[in-house]
């Protein structure tokens, strides 16, 4: 495990440390849980993504027609 140092505004510090007591776990316990769960959401938010556009262009070889439209920008 990596070692890392932050710099927090007072406010979340304080709320932190007040979440970390009500969990009964470590401050770093809970930064590291909160960022687990931030990764696993953007994660998420990607595959989602690309999940739901998967397969959304219709207009045949979309390499083709992107090239095509970059020639236009030579003339």
């Known amino acids: 495990m990596t ?3 932050i710099s927090l505004d007072n406010d979340i510090k304080k709320w932190i440390d007040a979440k970390a007591v009500q969990d009964g776990v470590s401050m770093t316990e809970l930064v590291r849980r909160a960022l687990h769960q931030y990764r696993e959401h953007e994660e998420k ?4 993504l690309l999940s739901e556009t998967s ?3 219709t207009g045949g070889d979309g390499l083709k027609y992107q090239q095509g439209l970059r020639d236009e920008w030579g003339q």
């Open 55 to 57: 397969g959304t262009w």
């Open 45 to 48: 938010s990607v595959e989602r």
């Open 3 to 5: 070692r890392t140092v």
